[in-house]
C-alpha cells in the first residue's frame, strides 16, 4: 500500500512538471498579444500619446488600397493627421482629421468617421508595404503593413463608392 501511494505521488509530481509552464511568467505564449493581421504603433513624441490601432491596407476590385484602423489620441492636447503615405504617395484623405483625446479616428467600418484611399495604387493582396503616417505634433511614423483582399472582416470595404464627407463626418452616396 505505501509502494503504491509512492507511485501515484512520484506520477501526479511528473505529470505536473511535464504539462505546467517551466517558463513562468516569461513563456513564449503568454506574451502573444497580436489577434490581428493589422499593425499597431504607439508614438509618444513632443507630449503626445497617439496609438494606431489594426492598421491594415485592403484591396479593392476598382485597383484602390484603402486604409483600415483606428487612431487614438491618449494625450491631453489634440493633434492632427496630417496624411497617409506609401513609398510617397498620399492617400486622399476625407472626414475627421484631428485627433482630440480619446475621441478616435475610425478608418472604415459602421463607426467610421474618416477614410484614406490610393486610388490606381494596384495593390496585391498578401503583399506587404511601407505605410507612413504624419501627425501635426507626433511626427512622423512608418510601419510595414499587410495587405489584404476585399472578404471576411474587410468584405464591405470600398473606396470610392461612398464618400465621406468632412463636414457631417457621416457617409452619404
Known amino acids: 500500500m505505501r509502494r503504491q501511494s509512492l507511485v501515484i505521488i512520484s506520477a501526479l509530481s511528473i505529470s505536473t512538471l511535464l504539462t505546467g509552464c517551466a517558463a513562468g511568467l516569461d513563456a513564449p505564449t503568454r506574451m502573444i498579444t497580436k489577434v490581428t493581421d493589422g499593425q499597431e504603433i504607439t508614438v509618444n513624441e513632443n507630449g503626445s500619446e497617439i496609438r494606431v490601432v489594426n492598421l491594415t491596407l485592403v484591396d479593392t476590385e476598382d485597383g484602390a488600397a484603402v486604409v483600415v484602423a483606428t487612431i487614438i489620441n491618449q494625450g491631453d492636447e489634440p493633434d492632427q493627421l ?3 503615405s506609401v513609398q510617397g504617395v498620399q492617400a486622399v484623405l476625407t472626414g475627421e482629421t484631428t485627433l482630440l483625446k480619446d475621441k ?6 459602421e463607426q467610421a468617421n474618416a477614410k484614406a484611399v490610393f486610388p490606381g495604387a494596384n495593390p496585391k493582396a498578401g503583399t506587404h508595404v511601407k505605410v507612413s ?5 507626433a511626427g512622423f511614423v512608418s510601419a510595414d503593413v499587410i495587405i489584404r483582399d476585399k472578404r471576411d472582416d474587410f468584405k464591405n470595404v470600398i473606396s470610392g463608392a461612398k464618400l465621406l464627407t468632412a463636414d457631417t463626418a457621416t457617409v452619404t452616396e
Open 104 to 109: 478616435p479616428l475610425f478608418f472604415e467600418g
Open 82 to 84: 496630417l496624411g497617409i
Open 133 to 137: 503616417l504624419g501627425f501635426a505634433k
